[in-house]
T-cell receptor
């Protein structure tokens, strides 16, 4: 069966510090991968998605970036965090092809202080 | 621009009764709709979906209804149980798209 791992579960970082969140998927090949953010009182906002290694699409301009160095690894990064980057970050995967449900990891609670 | 809207931020229902969660969308290109359930500090879990070629889909206690002309869908939970207390998100895919658009969620509380 497929599993998705996301870490760390919680993170407190000062403003201006770098960020690296990692997500890996097991039990499937060539998945679509996604990073979402849930800010307080808001819905789930798509940040990045990837349909293959090295292929990243950004949905929202921001100071975050994403990379997919391996088929089942997706990394969310920032060089300098802002206070507004605080939120709940979720990684997800779906099967290739249209209209596949997304399967989410347990998320990372990021607090920028 | 919020293309998937859940206008009720919260809903309280008694155990055993029906819970009805509503969702509206604005983009006529959406053709596949999903409902997710989310507990605090966890990722959302997929509940049920419906294609635009259907108007109803059932899975156990969960039924999703789609009214394309009104751009409206709803999730019915019958009978509601305390364990159903969670935030429910409506989501939609545009045809030939990868970006799943989510609503802001409705917090359901099922009281004993």
């Amino acid at each position: 069966s497929q599993t998705i791992h996301q870490w760390p579960a919680t993170l407190v970082q000062p403003v201006g510090s770098p960020l690296s969140l990692e997500c890996t998927v097991e039990g499937t090949s060539n998945p679509n991968l996604y990073w979402y953010r849930q800010a307080a009182g808001r819905g789930l906002q798509l940040l990045f998605y990837s349909v293959g290694i090295g292929q990243i699409s950004s949905e929202v301009p921001q100071n975050l970036s994403a990379s997919r160095p391996q088929d089942r690894q997706f990394i969310l990064s920032s060089k300098k965090l802002l206070l507004s980057d605080s939120g709940f970050y979720l990684c997800a995967w779906s099967s290739q092809g249209g209209n596949s449900p997304l399967h989410f990891g347990n998320g990372t609670r990021l607090t920028v202080t | 621009d919020q293309q998937v809207k859940q206008n009720s931020p919260s809903l309280s229902v008694q155990e055993g009764r029906i819970s009805i969660l509503n969702c509206d969308y604005t983009n006529s290109m959406f053709d596949y709709f999903l409902w997710y359930k989310k507990y605090p500090a966890e990722g959302p879990t997929f509940l049920i979906s419906i294609s635009s070629i259907k108007d109803k889909n059932e899975d156990g206690r969960f039924t999703v209804f789609l009214n394309k002309s009104a751009k409206h869908l709803s999730l019915h939970i019958v009978p509601s149980q305390p364990g159903d207390s969670a935030v429910y998100f409506c989501a939609a895919y545009p045809n030939s798209g990868y970006a799943l658009n989510f609503g802001k969620g409705t917090s359901l509380l099922v009281t004993p």
